[in-house]
């Protein structure tokens, strides 16, 4: 269990409305990622971040913004929701050690729907 | 362009019998290479990695995986499938410098038959 916990879980939303997801980790790491997941594309980079205050963009990111005040939370998003942002979200940490790349560890996913 | 492929979109196979996923990816640097199952309305476990040395690597779960370079593959085999291993699978690749980020094959599923 790499102590990462995503909310809201579920949410339903309406065309136009912001939204915001959030990723919390109980352990410190210095990397955390967005991923959106839809059939037929398994899962895509929106955003990540590297440090507090320290983001890029990956390979979807437009409609979605990231801010990471705190090495814990990073937070996700859409300033207007559109129908085409239904998708299940996930956040993920990378285990690393002393700045050494290791794997990615995923949290349990936020399902988002906006009708 | 970096890409990762596999090819089958759905595989069924029955229990007890042996399993093997396909995937090839498309990388300029050298790869780190990993597999992730996704059981249903669940989030990703890692099975297995890959960053360097013995090419064929074993996880969790009785899963294997052998990198081949010339043939840029990393397939997943399990000599005996259990009615539990019914899950989607992801092949992911990613590279030193790149800030962790990994790009994700389509994923596959597998249905297991009794």
């Known amino acids: 269990d790499a102590g990462i916990t995503q909310s809201p879980r579920h949410k339903v939303t309406e065309t136009g409305t912001p939204v915001t997801l959030r990723c919390h980790q109980t352990e410190n790491h210095r990397y955390m990622y967005w991923y959106r997941q839809d059939p037929g594309h398994g899962l895509r980079l929106i955003h990540y971040?590297?440090?507090?205050?320290?983001?890029d963009k990956g390979e979807v990111s437009d409609g979605y913004s990231v801010s990471r005040s705190k090495t814990e939370d990073f937070l996700l998003t859409l300033e207007s929701a559109t129908s085409s942002q239904t998708s299940v979200y996930f956040c993920?940490?990378?285990?690393?050690?002393?700045?050494?790349?290791?794997?990615?560890?995923f949290g349990p996913g936020t399902r988002l729907t906006v009708l | 362009a970096q890409s990762v492929t596999q090819p089958d979109i759905h595989i069924t196979v029955s229990e007890g019998a042996s399993l093997e996923l396909r995937c090839n990816y498309s990388?300029?640097?050298?790869?780190?290479l990993f597999w992730y199952v996704q059981s249903p309305g669940q989030g990703l476990q890692l099975l297995l990695k890959?960053?360097?040395?013995?090419?064929l690597v074993q996880g969790i779960k009785g899963f294997e995986a052998e990198f081949k370079r010339s043939q840029s593959s990393f397939n997943l085999r399990k000599p005996s499938v259990h009615w539990s291993d019914a899950a989607e699978y992801f092949c992911?690749?990613?590279?030193?410098?790149?800030?962790?980020?990994?790009?994700f094959g389509q994923g596959t599923e597998l249905s297991v038959k009794p």
């Open positions: 992911a690749v990613g590279a030193q410098n790149q800030g962790g980020k990994l790009i």
């Open positions: 971040s590297y440090g507090v205050k320290d983001t």
């Open positions: 990388y300029g640097a050298t790869p780190y």
């Open positions: 890959y960053f360097s040395g013995d090419t």
């Open positions: 993920a940490i990378m285990g690393a050690s002393g700045g050494a790349y290791n794997e990615q560890f």
